[in-house]
């Protein structure tokens, strides 16, 4: 009798093992499959190559983009410090200087670059005429005196 259970442990034992071992199988099949599935596509463009020679070609074509990259990199660090003397910053004020003309018809303009330099020009409309005024900016000051709306634009620009 305990040979017999001896023997039904065994069979037991042996019969689990191999349904893990087959699970095991199957599942390494699988993976097998989808790799094959996967090898099979990324050849499947028709060229005649190995592996190491489509590494190599990548490499290149990696090499190649990346020297692209940096020229480009070069390129807008030379348009970005050239850009940094355009005018990039714009103030506007519209007023009326005078009690006796209406609207406010009358405005300041201020065009700065990067620097804060530019320019302010201001334009007085009044029943006589028309008059115009610039006054040079550097550092977001001039050396001629601002009125309120010249430094207002210039404060609007900034």
Known sequence: MEIFM??????LIS????VALLIIVFWQALKLHRLDRMRREFFSSGLKKDLEQILIDQNRSISKITQQIKEIDESLDTIF???RNNIQKVGFVRFNPFDDAGGNI?????????????????????RDGTRVYAKAV???RSETQLTEEEMQAIKDAK
């Open 6 to 11: 001896d023997s039904q442990y065994l069979a």
């Open 15 to 18: 019969t689990i093992l191999s």
């Open 81 to 83: 410090t050239g850009n």
């Open 106 to 126: 009358s405005f300041t303009l201020a065009l700065l670059n990067a620097k804060d330099e530019g320019v302010v020009m201001s334009s007085l409309h009044g």
């Open 138 to 140: 550097k550092a977001g």
